[in-house]
């Protein structure tokens, strides 16, 4: 690595002072630094891994961006995006960069956005070594050629070890925060050592950069392509199939979990890596992630068996329990990590409440609605005291990470589909034939066969039918899927109840859609449910 350490900037610059930096280290580098400072440690195959403290996941309510000139009137202010001042941005900087200054830290170059033409180079740099090697894998990485003249558009500050000890004197709500900057174009991370922290942080930057300034639809999605070029993207909560459904032996990669759809019509993926749940991992339900689990990955808050193997049914440290890796460490990708041409949107819902279709066919307005609405269930027994299954609605199916309104995307979304023709549908890979402890699951060998009739064209010219309650339409033949289940009324064994859940559940998406109505367009407020709670349905009986 000498090559490059002796072109390295100064740290000086950003007010850190008589730092040593490690500059670009290999991951091999950084996981032995982190076995030996005892941060971390191997796995019987040798993978690292080590435990984030007192944060296992992202803590929304402490993530702020500054207002100013550039903000103010971009951004959706509000619970997701909390203002912070740029006096007091500056104060929290300065204190983070005294408490680096003077330590051993790890600096990195990178960039995100595989798409040449929108290519954002990151400067990062972290206190702790296995911070540094998740943004080796979760970033793209440049050659060293492209190392020689390297110019950040960002820079990432990572500190978990600096805890403010003053919230309040600095505007924030406690020793923790992660802030956005974006005049400096700075993302300034104290008190936390959560990873996914940084990658949220960088994603959250863009999905205000693109849509304002570059015309590019930042998406929460996993996307893959298939042999004659045709792309296809999933949308989707924690727990509704994204990661499992893109991961398709017929078709490739372009990437799990962030992209941009750009006005020539190409999807990019933001990463070079993928950062997955491991919680109940196993080779049998998720091949790709398993096998992606060697020397290079990172495990975070995985208990160990005796014999030095992860017991990925463990969630004693949490239910969050993730991998990193590059995304090279799976078989089947899309080299440059973009393509062209999408022809199918996939919006996966878990829907608990067994009403929504397994498959349905979404007009523009639809569309836009769902999107925004970005609905699943949380069922009984994922978190303590929900003993039946609660809808969640979470805006664009990414709203923590979304600095725009909602809206914007919505209208963003279908002036897209409009002009490429492309086809959207909605999959409920959740309950059939009732509610969650009643009904069942819908077989994935079944979802399987619904997406996959859909990417071969085999849905374009069956008949459908409109569901009364939701509006949606609902294909009355699909290959490799029992007929009766396509319309979910057919599976209640007592209609009436399913009208009375259906209600339900349409009634909490016109109550979710209130405060987004003010801002949009009657075509996507036509999208929703054609009922609400007072119409009665005596006429389908």
């Known amino acids: 690595m000498e090559t490059t350490v002796t072109k390295n900037p100064s740290l000086e610059q950003y007010g850190l002072k008589d730092v040593t930096v490690n500059w670009n280290l290999s991951p091999e580098e950084l996981q032995k630094i982190t076995v030996d400072k005892g941060m971390g440690k191997e796995t019987a195959n040798g993978t690292l891994a080590v435990n984030t403290g007192k944060f296992t996941g992202r803590s929304p309510q402490d993530r702020f961006i500054v207002k100013d000139d550039y903000t103010a009137d971009k951004v959706w202010w509000g619970k997701t995006n909390k203002p912070v001042s740029t006096e007091n941005f500056n104060k929290l900087k300065d204190e983070v960069t005294k408490y680096l200054s003077g330590k051993e830290i790890y600096a990195r170059d990178g960039y995100v956005c595989a798409d040449p033409e929108y290519r954002t180079n990151i400067r990062t740099v972290t206190e702790l070594p296995w911070s540094n090697m998740f943004v080796y894998n979760m970033f793209l990485r440049p050659s060293e050629k492209e190392l020689e003249n390297f110019k950040e558009d960002w820079l990432i500050l990572c500190a978990p070890g600096y805890v403010c000890p003053n919230p309040k004197d600095f505007g924030i709500r406690q020793g ?16 936390s050592a959560y990873t996914g922290e940084m990658k949220k ?3 959250s930057a863009l999905n205000l950069i693109l849509p304002t300034e570059r015309n590019v639809l930042p998406m929460h ?11 296809a993207i999933f949308f989707g909560l924690s727990g509704t199939g994204k990661t499992t459904l ?39 339900k998720e091949p790709d992630i398993f096998r ?26 949490t239910q969050n329990t993730r991998v990193s890796y590059p995304i090279h460490h799976i078989d089947n990708i899309q080299e440059t990590l973009y393509a062209n041409n999408p022809k199918n949107i996939f919006f996966l819902t878990c829907d608990a409440f067994g009403v929504l279709p397994p498959v349905s066919k979404l007009t523009p307005g639809q569309a836009a609605y769902h999107f925004i609405s970005g609905y699943t269930a949380k069922v009984a ?3 303590a005291g929900i003993t039946e299954p609660v809808p969640s ?6 709203e923590p990470f979304m600095p725009l309104h909602p809206t914007v995307y919505g209208e963003m979304l279908s002036k897209k589909m409009t002009e490429a023709g492309v086809n959207v549908w909605l999959i409920n890979t959740g309950w059939s034939a009732g509610p969650y402890g009643v009904g069942s699951r819908i077989k994935l060998k079944y979802t399987r066969a619904m997406i996959t009739a859909i990417l071969n064209g085999e849905l374009d010219n069956v008949d459908y039918e409109q569901n009364f309650i939701f509006g949606l ?10 007929s009766e289940i396509l319309d979910p009324m057919n599976t209640w064994l007592q209609k009436g109840a399913y009208v009375g859940k259906a209600i339900h559940l349409a009634h909490s998406f016109h109550l979710n859609f209130e405060k987004f109505a003010q801002h949009a367009s009657d075509q996507i407020i036509e999208g929703g449910p054609l009922i609400d709670e007072h119409h009665h349905l005596n006429e389908h009986f």
Request: glycine share 12%; aromatic share 12%; with cysteine.
């Open 393 to 398: 609605f979470s805006a664009c199916f990414g």
């Open 221 to 231: 999605c996993s996307a893959n392509v298939g042999k004659f070029g045709d792309t």
């Open 246 to 284: 893109s991961a398709d032996p017929e078709r490739k990669l372009i990437g799990d979990d962030e992209h941009g759809w750009t006005a020539d019509n190409n999807i990019f993926n933001f990463e070079g890596g993928c950062y997955a749940k491991v919680i109940d991992l196993s080779e049998e």
């Open 201 to 203: 942080g960088i994603f």
């Open 292 to 317: 992606a689990v060697k020397p290079g990955a990172i495990l975070e808050n995985v208990v160990f068996k005796d014999n030095g193997e992860p017991d990925y049914l463990d969630s004693s440290i």
């Open 473 to 482: 339409y609902m294909p009355k033949y699909c290959p490799g899927v029992p």
């Open 176 to 191: 923790n925060f992660s802030i956005l900057n974006f005049t400096q174009k700075i993302a300034l991370i104290g008190g």
């Open 381 to 383: 027994g994922t978190e």
